[in-house]
């Protein structure tokens, strides 16, 4: 094996190699795996990147699994009361692998200022609210004091601020229907504390954050009572197994939902993302495997007369090839080496410095996110390298076919 091995490298590194038809051929090949590698990581981690940043920002808002009351409501706003009084609330003991769980309330409103108005959705919360899922997105100021007495203070989106023309510290008007629908709207001073931007516009257009405590005396709940509770999971990968124990595990008279269920459309479409990875893939080993057997044909014709001296020296068959597929597995590392160097660079240059923008009214982010997987990576290389040392296996038969007599009169 190690007379083989160093029979190959000199094949790679001889002189006159260098000055020979397969010279150029090798090279391509050499550029061609290194560019598939590159198409292959940065199609996973751009992929990968954008459906968990899209989930992070739909659970940021939501949780992962929605309890509400039974009812026909397919609203985000609370119209039937729950009360706290569960058993699964404030801990959720009876389903393993819950993180948290926290109640809310939503109620419609409009904001009217001197200059304009815009309709929005306050979702009130309270002092267990998982706030560190909102903190990334805070552009301005800070969040909602909301752990002692009951205070004006919320949280805006830089979207509805901008329409709005409010800026941290300003006072404005918001205004609550009845829920009877007679008489004058319940009006409400709030003072904007916070301004966050997710970046994710269906929620940017939406979502005025306060005080829970709000909605209860709007529509005149008891303390004890809230419009839902917001579960979140440790595992999202087992988001739909949990969703069904968490089911079980409620009352009756309540009703769960998971946000792949609630934002359907959403998640089907981040599932086109892993058809497009696996077709990218694809093509990428067959295009490399492609130019791979082309240069190792090229080599084996070239060195036509080398074949016929080593078996005519009594080297078997499989010996020769062997020789040849050390050779080839040496130009695919080469290839895969420079591939994952300029690859990793790009990803990380786009991860620190994020340079490649999107929009975020069609892709639900400002820039284009990356997720940096190492296993994910080696399992790209190492499965490169399998496949196309495997089926080089078959160009490099035609060895068999060489004659020692008829090689060494090769021309």
Known sequence: MNLEYFIARRLVTAKNHKSSISAPIIKIAIIAIAVGIIMMIIAIATGVGLQDKIREKVSAFNGHVIITNFDDNQSDVSVEPLSIHQNFYPQFR??????????????????????????????????????????????????????????????????LADRLKLKVGDKFNTFFMKESGNGMPNLRVFQLVGIYNSGFQEFDATYLIGDIRHIQRINKWKSDQVGAFEVFIDDFTKIDEKGDEIYKAIPSTLFCQTIKEKYINIFEWLKLFDTNIIVIIIIMVVVSTINMIVALLVLILERTQMVGMLKALGATNWSVRKIFLYNAAYLIIKGLFWGNVISIGLLLIQKYFGIIKLPPENYYVTVAPVAIDVPAILLINAGTIIVCVTLLLIPSYIITKISPVKALRFD
């Open 94 to 159: 009876s389903v393993q692998g819950i993180d948290h769980i926290q109640a809310v309330a939503s109620k419609a409103g409009i904001i009217r200022t001197e200059e304009a108005f815009e309709g929005i959705v306050f979702k009130g919360v309270g002092k267990e609210y998982k706030w560190d899922v909102l903190k990334e997105y805070i552009v301005e100021g800070r969040i909602p004091d909301l752990k002692h007495s009951l205070n004006n203070e919320v949280l805006l989106s830089q979207y």
